[in-house]
C-alpha cells in the first residue's frame, strides 16, 4: 500500500509590526496560491508586509520555508 500526502497551502500575512495572520481560504495547489499572490501584487501595498504560500504541513518544516512560496 502506497501512502499519498495530500497539502493544502494557504495564503500567510505578515506585517511590518510583527506577527502574522493565516488567511481563512486554503488552495489545493502551490500555482493556485502563487497565483493569488501575484494578484495582491497587482495591488498598492505599504512597505514590510509580506505575503506567503505556507503548505499545510509547515509545522514539519522546522521554520524553513519552502523555495519560491513567498512574496514581498
Known sequence: ???TITLLWYLVVAGPGGGMVVMP???DTREQCAAAIEEWKKQPVEAGWTVQCMPSAAAF???EVPEGTQAE
Request: proline letters at 0%; charged letters at 10%.
Open 61 to 63: 518544516l522546522d521554520g
Open 1 to 3: 500500500m502506497q501512502a
Open 25 to 27: 481560504s486554503a488552495f
